[in-house]
C-alpha cells in the first residue's frame, strides 16, 4: 500500500498510454437491421478506441486512468501535459479548469464546472487519474474523497441491446444464473425489443425487472399507448426509460400514468434535467455523466425531489466502471440498478482484479484509490498502439 505523502506534494513524472479496441459479446450486440444511423451506430461502438493510461507519480507509485470511447490522441496527450508536475494535492479534478466566462467571452452567472469548460482536454481522464493517485497518496479508496459510501454493494442489471426473442432468452436465462435481478434493453421506433419480450411473457422469470430504452423513438403516446399497456400486463418489473422526445411533456405524464410502468427519464444535459423535475416526465432518473462530481451534483437535486436513480455508463472498460462503482456507492438515492455492466458485455475489461458481483450488486473496493491496475498482458493483447508521454 502506497505511504502517506510527505507535504512537499504529490505529481506525475511520467505517463504511459495504450489505445485498444475490446469488442463485445457478438450475442449481447445483436440487433436486426433497421434504418438510420442512431441504429447503424448501436453496433460500432465496441470499435471505437480507448485510451488507458498509468502515471507515474512523484512519490513511486503508478495510478490509473481512462479517456471515453472515441477520444483522439490529440485530446490524450493535451490532457497529460496540463498534468505533468502539476502538484495533485493543491488541485481539485471539478475546479482545476474552471472558466468565469462563456466560450464566447461573456461573464457566466456561475463559473463553469473543469467538464464544462476542458477545452480539447479529456474530463474523464483527469479524474479517473486524480481519484486513483490521491487515494493511494492518502491510503483511502476513492469514495472517501467522494464523501463516504453509504453502501458496500451497489445494484447491477444485465445490458443487452435489440436481440431477437431466442437470443433474448437464453440472455435472460444467463442473467438470472449470475444472480441478476433485472436486464435493461434498446429498442427501435417500432418497440422490436418490446415485441420480443412480449412473446416470451409466459417463460419470464419471477420477481425480474426489464427496462427497455427506445431513445426517445416511440414518437408518442398515442402510437405506444396499446404497447405499454400490454408490457403493464406482464407478470414481471417493467420500466421504460426515455419513451418519447422530452418535449412532449403531456405524453410522459399520462404514460406515467399506466401502472404498474416506471418511467425512466434519463437528462443528458442540465436544461433536460431542470424541466423534467419542473414538468414531473419520469418517475426515477438514469443520470450517467461525463463527471463523477457532476453525477453526484444531480443527485443530490434529484433527491430533494423525492427521486431515486441509477449510475449510467457508456460501458467503457474496467479503470472508468469502477469510477462509476465508487460514485454510486455514495449517492444516497442511487439505488436502482446501474449500468456496471461491462464484465460481461465486453471480452475483457483490461484491469485487475476484475469486478466483482454478489446477489446482484457490484461490491465497492476497499482498497486505495479505485482499488485497480492495469492486467498489462490483457492490454497487451487488445493493444492498437503505444506512447508515452514525458517532461519535454
Same mark, same amino acid.
Given at each position: 500500500?502506497?505511504? !502517506?505523502?510527505?507535504?512537499?506534494?504529490?505529481?506525475f513524472?511520467?505517463?504511459?498510454?495504450?489505445?485498444?479496441? =475490446?469488442?463485445?459479446? %457478438?450475442?449481447?450486440?445483436?440487433?436486426?437491421?433497421?434504418?438510420?444511423?442512431?441504429?447503424?451506430?448501436?453496433?460500432?461502438?465496441?470499435? !471505437?478506441?480507448?485510451?488507458?493510461?498509468?502515471?507515474?507519480?512523484?512519490?513511486?507509485?503508478t495510478?490509473?486512468?481512462?479517456?471515453?470511447?472515441?477520444?483522439?490522441?490529440?485530446?490524450?496527450?493535451?490532457?497529460?501535459?496540463?498534468?505533468?508536475?502539476?502538484?495533485?494535492?493543491a488541485?481539485?479534478?471539478?475546479?482545476?479548469?474552471?472558466?468565469?466566462?462563456?466560450?464566447?467571452?461573456?461573464?457566466? *452567472?456561475?463559473? #463553469?464546472?473543469?467538464?464544462? *469548460? %476542458?477545452?480539447?482536454?479529456s474530463?474523464?481522464?483527469?479524474? *479517473?487519474?486524480?481519484?486513483? %493517485?490521491?487515494? +493511494?497518496?492518502?491510503?483511502?479508496?476513492?469514495?472517501?474523497?467522494?464523501?463516504?459510501?453509504?453502501? +458496500?454493494? =451497489?445494484?447491477?442489471?444485465?445490458?443487452?441491446?435489440?436481440?431477437?426473442?431466442?437470443? &433474448?432468452?437464453?440472455?435472460?436465462?444467463?442473467?438470472?444464473?449470475?444472480?441478476l435481478?433485472?436486464?435493461?434493453? +434498446?429498442?427501435?421506433?417500432?418497440?422490436?425489443?418490446?415485441?420480443?419480450? &412480449?412473446?416470451?411473457?409466459?417463460?419470464?422469470?419471477?420477481?425480474?425487472r426489464?427496462?427497455?430504452?427506445?431513445?426517445? #423513438?416511440?414518437?408518442? &403516446?398515442?402510437?405506444?399507448?396499446?404497447?405499454?399497456?400490454?408490457? %403493464?400486463?406482464?407478470?414481471?418489473?417493467?420500466?421504460?426509460?426515455?419513451?418519447?422526445?422530452?418535449?412532449?411533456?403531456?405524453?410522459?405524464?399520462?404514460?406515467?400514468?399506466?401502472?404498474?410502468?416506471?418511467?425512466i427519464?434519463?437528462?443528458?444535459?442540465?436544461?433536460?434535467?431542470?424541466?423534467?423535475?419542473?414538468?414531473?416526465?419520469?418517475?426515477?432518473?438514469? $443520470?450517467g455523466?461525463?463527471?463523477? =462530481?457532476?453525477?453526484?451534483?444531480?443527485?443530490? =437535486?434529484?433527491e430533494?425531489?423525492? +427521486?431515486?436513480?441509477?449510475?449510467? *455508463?457508456?460501458?467503457? &472498460?474496467?479503470?472508468?466502471?469502477?469510477?462509476?462503482?465508487?460514485?454510486?456507492?455514495?449517492?444516497?438515492?442511487?439505488? $436502482?440498478?446501474?449500468?456496471?455492466?461491462?464484465?460481461?458485455?465486453?471480452?475483457?475489461? $483490461?484491469?485487475?482484479?476484475?469486478?466483482?458481483?454478489?446477489?446482484?450488486?457490484?461490491?465497492?473496493p476497499?482498497?486505495?484509490?479505485?482499488?485497480?491496475?492495469?492486467?498489462?498482458?490483457?492490454?497487451?493483447?487488445?493493444?492498437?498502439?503505444?506512447?508515452?508521454?514525458?517532461?519535454?
Amino acid at each position: 500500500m502506497p505511504q !502517506m505523502t510527505r507535504p512537499g506534494g504529490l505529481t506525475f513524472t511520467r505517463f504511459r498510454v495504450w489505445q485498444v479496441v =475490446v469488442p463485445a459479446r %457478438a450475442d449481447i450486440l445483436s440487433a436486426p437491421e433497421s434504418r438510420g444511423p442512431l441504429y447503424r451506430d448501436s453496433l460500432a461502438w465496441p470499435d !471505437m478506441p480507448i485510451h488507458l493510461v498509468e502515471g507515474e507519480t512523484s512519490a513511486g507509485f503508478t495510478a490509473v486512468g481512462e479517456c471515453d470511447r472515441g477520444t483522439s490522441r490529440a485530446t490524450v496527450e493535451a490532457t497529460l501535459r496540463d498534468l505533468l508536475g502539476r502538484n495533485l494535492l493543491a488541485m481539485a479534478p471539478a475546479t482545476v479548469w474552471m472558466e468565469g466566462t462563456s466560450p464566447v467571452g461573456l461573464p457566466m *452567472s456561475y463559473p #463553469a464546472w473543469s467538464w464544462e *469548460s %476542458a477545452g480539447g482536454r479529456s474530463y474523464l481522464l483527469l479524474e *479517473s487519474l486524480w481519484y486513483d %493517485a490521491v487515494g +493511494k497518496a492518502a491510503g483511502l479508496p476513492a469514495h472517501q474523497l467522494l464523501g463516504g459510501a453509504v453502501r +458496500k454493494a =451497489v445494484a447491477t442489471d444485465f445490458w443487452v441491446n435489440r436481440p431477437g426473442s431466442e437470443t &433474448l432468452r437464453a440472455l435472460i436465462r444467463e442473467a438470472v444464473d449470475r444472480g441478476l435481478r433485472g436486464m435493461k434493453m +434498446k429498442s427501435n421506433f417500432q418497440g422490436d425489443t418490446a415485441r420480443a419480450l &412480449l412473446s416470451l411473457a409466459g417463460d419470464l422469470p419471477e420477481n425480474f425487472r426489464f427496462t427497455i430504452d427506445p431513445m426517445y #423513438a416511440w414518437r408518442s &403516446l398515442r402510437e405506444s399507448a396499446r404497447r405499454l399497456e400490454a408490457l %403493464a400486463r406482464l407478470p414481471c418489473e417493467i420500466q421504460i426509460e426515455d419513451p418519447f422526445p422530452w418535449q412532449v411533456a403531456e405524453d410522459w405524464r399520462q404514460a406515467r400514468s399506466i401502472s404498474p410502468l416506471t418511467i425512466i427519464c434519463h437528462p443528458r444535459r442540465e436544461e433536460i434535467f431542470r424541466f423534467a423535475l419542473q414538468e414531473e416526465l419520469a418517475h426515477a432518473y438514469n $443520470l450517467g455523466t461525463g463527471s463523477l =462530481v457532476g453525477f453526484l451534483h444531480m443527485a443530490r =437535486v434529484a433527491e430533494f425531489f423525492h +427521486k431515486d436513480c441509477w449510475q449510467g *455508463s457508456s460501458l467503457e &472498460l474496467g479503470v472508468l466502471q469502477h469510477l462509476r462503482l465508487h460514485a454510486a456507492a455514495c449517492a444516497r438515492n442511487c439505488v $436502482l440498478a446501474s449500468d456496471l455492466q461491462s464484465e460481461w458485455v465486453r471480452e475483457h475489461t $483490461l484491469v485487475t482484479p476484475r469486478m466483482a458481483y454478489r446477489d446482484g450488486a457490484a461490491l465497492v473496493p476497499e482498497e486505495p484509490g479505485l482499488g485497480v491496475a492495469l492486467d498489462h498482458d490483457a492490454v497487451a493483447y487488445y493493444a492498437r498502439d503505444y506512447f508515452e508521454v514525458t517532461v519535454e
